[in-house]
């Protein structure tokens, strides 16, 4: 068992503190965190996995904090001079200055309002110093101020959606860059006939190119599933604040920070057109979810039958052959295992278990919000990044350099007791499937049992049973 890592404490013993308040009464807080009281709380509270929220979720957030700044400045509702600080420090979060104040745990209190006043008092703070104030001083409120028109309730499921907007893509290229790779394959081996297996038995004879043009396609379709449940995320319930209603909201608020928010992300959002949607439902993050953990179920599928054709290779199928990207045993020297197809199917296998968590939040929503929101950020943004990098890395350190053994392929093709199936126009499905028994109990082939015992002439028969005729329409 894994030793667990020990919680993060808000205020180490001995270490220099400050204190400050919320509305539950005062705290502690290490005196060089720019995060505060409720973030002090929160880290207490959760010491759950030391797992931290993605840096593109924090990314979003910033973003989130920007937009509405710039835009409750333009409104006369929050001075300029303070706005313009809190975008400095937002801009400062942006290029990385800050990663190490973003501490609350991913599991954490319903909807993410921890890890929403965890970047509401990082940015109130740093904002305050850039003013002349100090930490702590709430010269700029992390509520009243960095937090203006807005909740946790919209500004959590929009940073979610600002988050897998600029990811997401990551998969599609990769799923994309997979299919090309399995197209040029299936090009250039096109001219090789093997056995078809069905059932892990022999079937009729297939050419590799055909085969593998149909693992190009399941990638492409891949990529298209994911990238087809990408628009619905670009619909933001941003200016609902608690319930979708936009109270404490300027009327304009909501039209402006989606413009700005456009402008910020170069990417064509809007206003969802219903706020109560936007905020009730987890709908559309599951569906990119389900995207993925579909390209997850074909990527253990096809990476399953590289492993297969490629088991050997001197007692296994050695149809293909695998590159060496690093020893294969500690024991047995020599050896090369298909490392980059086994980790893929981890990488697949949890994909799929990320997504079965996310299906049951999206379902777990009570009214006007569903809480576990930050449960679901976690979950699809690790999604992302896995399968991103996991598609690239098996593209690109196996599939380009595996290669075909034409040999081994027409080994198998010729001796597939299979090649009976194109006798059955001539003789009949039954005479057929006695010649492939009376095959298989003697180790005769199939084409000199024809002749033998079926009425076909030599010619005749090497006419019907050749394995590329096979591999084309067509009877008799």
């Known amino acids: 068992m894994a030793t667990p890592r020990r919680p993060r404490k808000a205020a180490s013993r001995g270490a220099p503190t400050r204190v400050e308040r919320d509305t539950l009464g005062e705290v502690k807080v290490p005196a060089t965190a720019l995060w505060g009281a409720q973030t002090a709380r929160a880290v207490e509270n959760f010491p759950i996995s030391g797992l931290r929220e993605p840096r593109a979720l924090v ?8 937009a509405a700044a710039r835009v409750n400045a333009r409104l006369g509702l929050l001075p300029r001079g303070k706005a313009r600080a809190i975008e400095a420090a937002c801009r400062e979060v942006l290029a990385g200055r800050w990663d190490d104040q973003f501490v609350v745990d991913a599991y954490q209190a319903g909807a993410g309002t921890s890890f929403h006043m965890n970047v509401n008092e990082v940015l109130a703070n740093r904002a305050a110093e850039i003013l002349g104030g100090r930490r702590g001083d709430r010269s700029v409120d992390p509520n009243d101020d960095v937090n203006m028109a807005q909740s946790t309730n919209d500004v959590v499921p929009t940073a979610m959606r600002l988050a897998a907007l600029a990811t997401a893509p990551g998969v599609v290229e990769a799923l994309e860059g ?53 628009p619905e995320l670009a619909a933001l319930g941003i200016g609902g604040t608690a319930v979708g209603t936009g109270v404490n909201a300027h009327p304009r608020f909501r039209e402006l920070v989606v413009k700005e928010l456009s402008r910020l992300c170069a990417a064509p959002l809007l206003a969802a ?66 490392s980059m197809a086994e980790m893929l199917a981890m990488v697949s296998h949890q994909v799929i278990g990320l997504d079965e968590a996310i299906a049951w939040a999206t379902a777990s929503g009570q009214l006007e919000l569903n809480v576990t929101m930050p449960l679901v950020a976690w979950n699809l943004l690790h999604q992302i990044e896995i399968l991103a990098n996991g598609v690239h ?34 003789i009949g499905y039954a005479a057929a499937a006695a010649i492939v028994k009376e095959s298989v109990r003697t180790g005769r082939s199939i084409a000199e049992l024809a002749v033998e015992g079926g009425g076909i002439t030599p010619r005749e028969a090497r006419k019907l049973l050749d394995p590329a005729r096979m591999t084309r329409p067509g009877r008799g």
């Open 273 to 338: 057109p219903n706020p109560f949607y936007a905020m009730q439902s987890l709908a559309p993050f599951a569906s990119l979810s389900s995207a993925m953990r579909l390209a997850a179920l074909e990527l253990v599928r096809i990476g399953g039958d590289v492993r297969l054709l490629a088991s050997g290779p001197a007692t296994g199928l050695g149809e293909l052959r695998i590159p060496a990207v690093q020893p294969g045993s500690s024991i047995m020297p020599g050896k090369v295992n298909p």
């Open 393 to 426: 890395a098996f593209d690109l350190r196996l599939e380009r350099g595996l290669e075909a053994d034409a040999g081994r392929g027409q080994f198998y093709a010729d001796r597939t007791v299979s090649l009976a199936t194109a006798l059955a126009p001539r």
């Open 178 to 230: 997979l299919a090309a790779t399995f197209a040029r394959k299936a090009r250039d081996w096109d001219g090789i006939v093997k056995s078809g297996r069905t059932h892990l038995m022999d079937a009729t004879p297939i050419r590799l190119g055909q085969e593998v043009s149909g693992w190009a396609v399941a990638m492409s379709a891949s990529a298209a599933r994911v990238n087809d449940a990408l």
């Open 59 to 66: 990314d979003a957030m910033v973003r989130v904090k920007l």
